[in-house]
């Protein structure tokens, strides 16, 4: 800690480690394949994490995520993001060397993919399960068989089923929301399931979100999740009731660089390029990028939603706290925040430190 | 631009040059000193740019950036971010070579800089002109009396002056408001200024944000200006008024993965790692991270406020589009993104191309 100076990226390894072992034993307990998405981590050192509990195949969100994790060994990728025909020629490169699946939700792209795929690759047709941010219906049958009949044009090509994430448990305001829209999205895909597995005996349904994947305990129809987040958590899951502070493996640690008593404000080094602009809603309504932890009798303790980072400029990052808590901060401390969304946190730091101080690179680092 | 296949910084050189230029020349009418802030673009090579105008000054937001554009060549370069003590280490080896100020706004970083600055240091004292992020209210004369004190106890500090930022410019609903901030602004530190040239003959007042330096042609009482957006320009300055859209110098191009009819949405490869997730409202009060630019009959033309990227997750962007407008977006294409807050963005690509196809470098790429 004494050789911090700016703000920084701070994961407690052996809590990603748990994180990676309860998931990786609950996908088994399940019966489920555990494909974890790396757009988490972007990392190969953290990638490697998930060796020592039997992991072999992976999600990346992107074709240059997925070079990135090929030229690191890892010979078995789903890219979980609907397919840019524009990298056409990447993804033929991409598989002549590892297991390939992409995702299809239209016939432009699939009419590209049967001209112009060269070796053998996988496709999974994106389910909308309800968030409506991307994929088909369920319920829209004839556009699926349209793709299929497109897809099998090429003999390179294998369908391989359905493929959805629902996003939508993310905005779930209680688990038994989470609860709900997992099983509303379990219903559609084995509807769908059911309806193609004559034709495609070995069809798969994939299905990842943290939420659902963290707390659900029903994966009927289910054969592999692909959760991301859980190796880190942050405020967003913990705010769900997906996650506890202990199961939060990552912290922004940032230096007060001024006090203003007037307004229970405090300034830190430590803006939007460090913690990202994602916020959330605290008990009081106030949006915040991230919460403050303390050491309190020895012990890591968050302290109420009163106290919170309240706004970010680039560099900036402005903290409101309680009337009481204020003069615990000190010119020159480093603040202990938990950010609101981990993923794009590790985004913009590119680098890890461990708690135990060891540097760990990503993708382009 | 057929050689772009995925999300892409794109920048328009001769443009950047004239709003260079246009600004260094206001600068020189108004005698001012003009010290532009390179966090926008942090780059070396578009720095460089800057020198064609004589600019030999400039501001930087950490020591990180004052340490890159030192070996780049800089050597007068401001700070403009409360100091933080924990970096002292670097700021006595960047003055060992350079001609470096840094801000203060308290007496316990003043300590620190009496107590352990080893080289000759220009320090400024940061005033909040009202956008209550950081600074001494101009009222404060006691806390600031109390800190050249402190300062004066090290031979090798000298108290330049004083620094402030109208942030508040930024959420100004209107031109006149900014006018009117600016005007504020003025005020407070002529006031200041006034009071202190007794004893201080060479006081100076920087002051610096891009939508006053931009359009208010009043500096009574300034010595220097530190504007860095105005490089670039975004949506946001566009909508505060301070620029046309043939002033923005910056695009993201995305390609279009997805389109969804029911709902007038396209979905492109380009989420929150690229555009950032600032936003702003528009007139029917919807969130939005950017808009739209077309090609219409040989003109670029940007499309109404009713077509928006309107959410981003960490690789997507859902555009709504009219009804009207839909049947333009192919799968496949690039879409030509106006980024709400250019400096963010820029930080997230980590790199640029111009419009003929230089790749330029940033910071830490």
Redesign the interface.
């Known amino acids: 800690m004494t050789e ?3 703000p920084t990226l701070v994961i407690d390894k052996e809590q990603c480690l748990k994180n990676i072992e309860r998931m990786a034993t609950k996908a088994k307990e399940h019966n489920l394949k555990f494909r974890p998405h790396f ?1 988490t981590h972007q990392s190969a050192v953290i990638g490697d994490w998930f060796r020592i509990y039997n992991v072999t195949a992976i999600t990346v ?4 995520m997925a070079e990135y994790f090929a030229s690191h060994g890892w010979d078995d990728i789903t890219i979980a ?7 056409i020629n ?1 993804i033929n490169r991409l598989t002549a060397n590892i297991k390939l699946n992409i995702l299809v ?2 016939r ?2 699939a009419n ?1 993919l049967a001209e112009k795929i060269k070796n053998n690759l996988g496709v999974f047709i994106k389910i909308d399960t309800g968030s ?3 994929g088909i219906s369920s319920s829209k049958t004839g556009t699926i068989d349209s793709i299929i009949k497109i897809l099998n044009k090429n003999p390179k090509i294998r369908f391989r089923g359905f493929l959805a994430h629902s ?1 939508h448990t993310y905005s779930a305001i209680s688990t038994n929301e989470i609860f709900s829209r997992h099983f509303d999205a379990l219903l559609k895909l084995a509807t769908l399931k059911n309806r193609f597995k004559q034709d495609f005996p070995d069809i798969e349904v994939s299905l990842g979100d943290t939420p659902s994947c963290t707390i659900c305990t029903n994966f009927s129809g289910v054969d592999e999740i692909r959760p991301g987040n859980f190796i880190f958590y942050d405020m967003m899951q913990f705010q769900l009731g997906v996650c506890d502070l202990n199961e939060i493996a990552i912290r922004v640690l940032s ?1 007060v ?4 008593q007037s ?1 229970n404000e405090i ?1 830190i ?1 430590g803006g ?2 460090h913690l ?4 959330l809603t605290n008990s009081a309504g106030k949006r915040y990028y991230g919460r403050i932890v303390k050491n309190i009798n020895g012990k890591k303790t968050l302290l109420s939603d009163r106290n919170y980072v309240a ?1 970010l ?4 990052g ?1 903290l409101k706290v309680s009337q009481k808590n204020f003069q615990q901060f ?3 401390d480093l603040v202990e925040i938990v950010p609101v969304h981990s ?2 946190t590790a ?2 730091f ?1 680098k890890y430190y461990t708690t135990d101080g060891m540097e760990i690179s990503m993708i ?1 680092t």
């Open positions: 911090i100076i700016r757009k969100s992107s074709v240059m993001f609907p397919v840019n025909i524009l990298e990447n939700e239209n432009e792209a590209v409506n941010r991307t996003g230096p660089v001024a006090k203003h307004r300034v080094y939007a390029i990202s602009k994602e916020f706004s400029s680039q560099e900036h402005i000190s010119i020159g993923c794009l985004n913009l590119r382009n």
